[in-house]
């Protein structure tokens, strides 16, 4: 109750002091600066809770405020009896009347005194405050000294012409400058100090917050936060270095600039995306892995785009020198794949840090030119080897991510990145981003490429600080550095350091900069670099002398060039020395053209089906509606058939028993988009209180994630593929809410997904499940646009191929990636299954249904699934044709729920005899054996591939050129040709109406059939 009384207490006269200040003139004339703003009845509320704390860390003026608010008073009465100011021993020796007379007159003078003391130590908080909101502001931030000191004008029309006006305007006269003020709480520039001058307060406030480095904080919610970053960059003293570090710091600096110094040397005439004019990007890197080794991480996991990506390599990552040169060597490679120019790969190295001695793992991901594409892939990487180290907090592995800032502020896939970071299946507990700023996106001005004041302003979207900090103040730069890196142990979210650079060449070495950009290159071209800028710095400071300086640059020059005489040697080059995801004892434990089997025993699907059908145990409320879904399934189990879903439960749940992580992400994946799956159940009387049957098969089981992700494709996708990266005895899904909502993630499938193991010599096993089916519900939720996958498969389809022993697993083998529709649940058991039997490693597109769903003919026996079964490429006939295959007319070759379709209406026509039809289960790799057995089998058969999408979509343009190389192989004698039933040719993947939609398939069912 006492508790409670204080509490209330407390709320009535913050209420009080608000309506206090809001009265105040000076609020008033704050208010016309947008950035104080209601601001002062903040600083008011924060003195008085640390008055409540320790009345005497106020000023004695608001001592008596506070006192005589909490008594009662109101807010304009709680000044008429502040302390005195005047010695009691004058007025006790006054004659009574002039006493009264004199303690009137002292009562006005005290309530004027103190209400002027309290307007000027309001006054010098707004400053304190000023400057920690807006210092960045005005910040020498920009090494050219073209953007700093006018960011605020350019992006706020009307806004002050001046930096003084900016931030640097007070109340308080210059006559105040040298009187002490009682710092706030809020500030930690005093140090050890309470009080300071105002001339003192000013100058330690400049140099904190208007120099090289420009803190973005104060938009973060948490208290706690603040006050940190306040205390790293506020304390006096905080950004000195020792000899020792101010050399560590120059020999980076020169590895850094030499190496691109070397290689524009060598190599005149070859792009290299140099980093000439951010070469402190070096030095940062190196001081974030420094002190986050220093705090336990054992592995990072860095994304970036191409410029400085070489440079990275070698002086950060230690990629060997030689291995570089070679690829400026055009030699020929060695092992598989095509491989990628040398500033879109990356390479995962382990060594010893130098600065703490302890192991540690650098991984650089592969990345194409689409930036920031690499953003949600470093991330989904990292969150998996930290789920399989088991690090829950992100203390062992972390990522960091280098960004340009014209993609950071353009690219809509760094927003998505963002918000995965406190999602809890997609958290890594904290990213550090760098953006090497140089001002300028390819040949655009950065005035023209963003509407916000910074590229980095994306950032205040989930509270990561921003440090801005100018690229040619290494040691400033090292600092927030060091800060960042802190943060992220202690506070595990993200946070952005903003290098303000500038980029020396073009936007390649070939480009003339000049022709866009004439004035700001012309003060490149005069600009000192900033290793010779910090070298003078050190000799002046006698740190070192020139003679120390031209032997440091004098040993990395002998370095590059003995690394450069060992590439000369070399005659070929290895792509697998490129690979950002090594998986160790996996390759060459097992034959490669042998498949492990993907049937289980009957014991293992019954398990599994009755634990998924059961209602959870104890008081476990569920819906009334679920429970006769898992009534429905038991009574499956006991009938030895399956569902899709139940299929799909059965190929989990065995996985899982083998020891196989399995993970489904993506929207709606826990209940499904069609009410199918509800693999999370939810109590329906307590909030946050869900049961996973899946999770409780067995005792010693694999654990089982499932997820349903942020409104997202493009980012989830790229997460899910980085996930599936690092472990290959893991089964990691992504299944959009519709298959067309893969349109979004289109540059994911393209650059990672469909080609990644040719450029970079990366497998994964993802799977995609993309709902597809044309059921009347219109354009946007109908196609998966199978032929797009189907376009980027490497299936050669002019050349038959040589059916040997193990064909189908060849096929696998070289394949770029598997693209199936399946008509069955029992084959989508396989197929999933599958994904893991292999002894290697191949994304998976599934073309997954809606209607098939719930399809009272789309169900499976056990039989189809039990040990000795694996999936069927093709379903042949099995009916009356397949029995007298001479007298059939037509053989129907199709994929997917249409098959239902098909053979509904043939019973309407009664045509079971004359009409065979073979579902194509595997449309990639083309089961080039399997259909030649069926072409053959029916000798006066006409042939027609029979489709529910428009003939330029779908897999026709994929079937026909195939089978005609088919066809010409075994020289069918009765025709040569493949004929086409279905949709005509459209712009769009469906018609909206349910008319044109019936009228349509009604069409499609006559061409099928027709002249029977």
Not at 494 to 517: A, L, S
Not at 556 to 565: G, M, P, S, T, V
Request: net charge neutral; proline share 5%.
């Amino acid at each position: 109750m006492q508790r409670v009384t204080k509490e209330l207490l407390s709320v009535h006269i913050l209420r009080r002091i608000h309506q206090y200040c809001s009265s105040r003139q000076y609020i008033a004339k704050a208010a016309q600066e947008p950035f104080l703003n209601g601001s002062s009845s903040v600083y008011v509320e924060e003195m008085y809770r640390a008055w409540l704390k320790n009345p005497s860390s106020v000023h004695k003026s608001w001592d008596a405020f506070f006192k005589s608010a909490t008594s009662g008073l109101q807010p304009g009465e709680a000044y008429q009896s502040p302390p005195s100011i005047v010695p009691s021993a004058v007025l006790s020796t006054a004659p009574k009347t002039e006493t009264k007379r004199a303690e009137l007159t002292t009562t006005a003078q005290e309530t004027q005194v103190a209400t002027r003391s309290i307007d000027e130590h309001l006054s010098v908080q707004s400053i304190i405050r000023s400057y920690q909101v807006r210092g960045h502001l005005v910040a020498n931030l920009d090494p050219l000294g073209i953007t700093s000191a006018n960011i605020y004008q350019r992006n706020l029309e009307g806004a002050p012409s001046s930096p003084e006006v900016v931030i640097r305007t007070f109340k308080l006269e210059e006559k105040d400058m040298d009187r002490e003020f009682k710092l706030p709480t809020t500030t930690h520039i005093g140090g050890t100090d309470t009080v300071l001058t105002l001339r003192e307060i000013l100058k330690r406030l400049e140099n904190v917050y208007c120099r090289h480095i420009g803190v973005e904080y104060m938009f973060i919610n948490s208290l706690e936060q603040c006050n940190w970053i306040r205390e790293k960059f506020e304390s006096p003293g905080i950004m000195e270095f020792t000899e020792d570090q101010k050399k560590l710091l120059l020999a980076r600096l020169t590895r850094s600039t030499k190496f691109e110094e070397y290689l524009a040397k060598k190599w005149v005439s070859e792009k290299r995306f140099g980093l000439e004019g951010c070469e402190v990007l070096i030095p940062a890197l190196k001081a974030i892995i420094d002190k986050s080794s220093e705090l336990g991480v054992e592995s990072f996991v860095m994304g970036m785009p191409h410029r400085g990506r070489l440079n990275v390599l070698a002086n950060v990552c230690r990629k060997p020198l030689e291995q570089l040169f070679a690829q400026f060597n055009a030699l020929e490679p060695a092992d598989e794949g095509s491989g990628d120019v040398k500033y879109h790969l990356g390479m995962c190295h382990e060594r010893i840090n130098r600065m703490t001695n302890k192991n540690v793992k650098l991984s650089v991901v592969a990345n194409p030119s689409h930036l920031e594409a690499v953003d949600p892939i470093v991330q989904g990487k990292t969150r998996a080897e930290q789920f399989y180290r088991g690090d829950t907090q992100g203390k062992k592995v972390m990522s960091i991510l280098i960004h340009g800032d014209a993609a950071f502020a353009g690219q809509g896939v760094v927003y998505e990145t963002f918000h995965l970071s406190d999602l809890p299946d997609y958290s890594t507990h904290g990213t550090i981003h760098i953006v090497v700023n140089n001002q300028i996106g390819f040949t655009t001005d950065p005035r023209v490429a963003r509407s916000s004041p910074y590229c980095t302003d994306v950032a205040r979207v989930v509270n990561a600080p921003i440090f801005h900090v100018n690229g040619d103040d290494p040691e400033a730069v090292v600092h927030v550095c060091n800060v960042a890196a802190e943060w992220r142990a202690k506070f595990g979210k993200d946070c952005v350091i903003d290098i303000v650079g500038y980029r020396r060449n073009g936007h390649n070495e070939i480009d003339e900069p000049m022709f866009t950009q004439p004035l700001m290159y012309t003060k490149i071209r005069k600009q000192v670099t900033v290793l010779d800028q910090y070298a003078k710095k050190l000799v002046e400071e006698k740190v070192c002398t020139q003679e120390e300086v031209e032997d440091v640059n004098r040993r990395y020059d002998n370095i590059l060039h003995e690394a450069y005489k060992a590439a000369e040697k070399e005659s070929k080059m290895y792509n697998k020395e490129w690979l950002d995801s090594p998986w160790h004892g996996f390759f060459g434990t097992r034959d490669e053209f042998k498949c492990d089997p993907t049937g289980v025993s009957e014991d293992t699907l019954q398990h599994i089906g009755t634990a998924f059908g059961s209602v959870p145990p104890g008081n476990f409320k569920i819906h009334p509606g679920l429970k006769r879904i898992l009534k429905s399934r038991l009574e499956m189990v006991e009938k030895r058939e399956v569902d899709w879903a139940l299929a799909e439960a059965m190929a989990f749940g065995s996985l899982l028993k083998e020891g196989i992580h399995v993970r489904l992400s993506g929207q709606d994946v826990e209940r499904g988009t069609f009410s199918h799956r509800h693999h999370v159940l939810h109590h329906q009387t307590i909030d946050k209180t869900t049961y996973r049957p899946l999770c409780h098969l067995y005792p010693d089981q694999a654990p089982y994630t499932v997820c349903n992700s942020s409104l997202s494709e493009y980012g989830v996708l790229g997460f899910e593929l980085g996930f599936s990266m690092t472990n290959p005895n893991a089964l990691v899904i992504w299944e959009a809410q519709f298959g067309d909502f893969m349109n979004t993630a289109q540059c994911i499938i393209d650059q990672f997904v469909a080609s990644g193991q040719v450029k970079w010599v990366r497998q994964s096993c993802l799977v995609m499940l993309l709902p597809h089916g044309m059921e009347g519900m219109g354009p946007e939720h109908s196609s998966a646009r199978p032929e797009r996958f189907l376009q980027l498969c490497n299936s050669d389809p002019d050349v038959y191929p040589n059916i040997e022993e193990d064909f189908a697993m060849k096929q696998l083998h070289e394949i770029n990636m598997f693209v199936v529709n399946c008509s069955t649940p029992a084959n989508y058991f396989h197929v999933l299954r599958r994904q893991i039997a292999l002894p290697f490693r191949k994304p998976l597109i599934v073309f997954s249904p809606k209607s098939l769903l719930r399809h009272p003919e789309a169900k499976s026996s056990f039989d189809e699934m039990v040990s000795g079964t694996s999936f069927k490429r093709i379903i042949p006939e099995s009916g009356v044709a397949s029995e007298n295959p001479n007298n059939v007319k037509r053989v129907v070759f199709c994929t997917g729920k249409i098959y239902y379709e098909l053979v509904k209406e043939r019973a309407a026509r009664g045509l079971e005899d004359k009409v065979a039809i073979v579902r194509v289960e595997q449309i990639c790799p083309f089961p080039w054996d399997l259909l030649t057995e069926e072409v053959k089998k029916y000798p006066n058969a006409d042939l027609i591939w029979s489709q529910e999408e428009h003939k330029n979509q779908g897999y026709w343009s994929f079937i026909e050129p195939h089978f005609e190389c088919l066809l010409k192989h075994i020289k069918h004698e009765r025709q040569t040709d493949l004929f086409y039933a279905g949709r005509s040719v459209s712009a769009t993947t469906a018609t909206g109406s349910k008319f044109i939609n019936k009228k349509e398939h009604a069409n499609h069912m006559e061409d099928t059939f027709k002249g029977i």
